[in-house]
């Protein structure tokens, strides 16, 4: 089993929020999984940005 990762508390507060995943589930997801759901928030980010007007 993988260790929890080493991040902070107010972190895994955000990521969780963001990624609509428990804090549990969050802390022992494994890295190559967080770090895909970060690139594709993200993207959704960036296309969102890109499609407002200014």
Do not use: F, G
Not at 3 to 21: D, F, G, H, R, Y
């Amino acid at each position: 089993m993988s260790q929890p990762l080493q991040i902070s508390a107010e972190t895994a507060i955000k990521l969780s929020k963001q990624l609509n995943v428990p804090i549990e589930h969050l802390m022992h997801m494994p890295k190559h999984i967080l770090l895909q759901k970060l690139a594709e928030l993200a993207k959704k980010e960036a296309e969102a940005s890109t499609e407002k007007p200014e």
